[in-house]
C-alpha cells in the first residue's frame, strides 16, 4: 500500500480543513477524526 504522511502545522491549512479542534486526521482530504488522537484500531477501520 502507497501512502503519504504529511503533519500540517501552519494555522491557515488546518482551518481549511474546516477543523476547530487539534489533532486532526484527515484522509485523502476527508476529515476522519478532530480533537483527539485516534487509537490504532480507528485509523485500521478507515
Known amino acids: ?3 503519504e504522511i504529511e503533519k500540517i502545522t501552519d494555522l491557515i491549512e488546518i482551518m481549511k480543513f474546516g477543523l ?3 489533532p486532526g486526521l484527515a484522509v ?3 476529515v476522519k477524526v ?3 488522537t485516534p487509537t490504532v ?3 485500521k477501520r478507515m
Do not use: I
Open 20 to 22: 476547530m479542534m487539534t
Open 1 to 3: 500500500m502507497n501512502y
Open 28 to 30: 485523502d482530504g476527508d
Open 41 to 43: 484500531d480507528e485509523v
Open 34 to 36: 478532530a480533537g483527539k
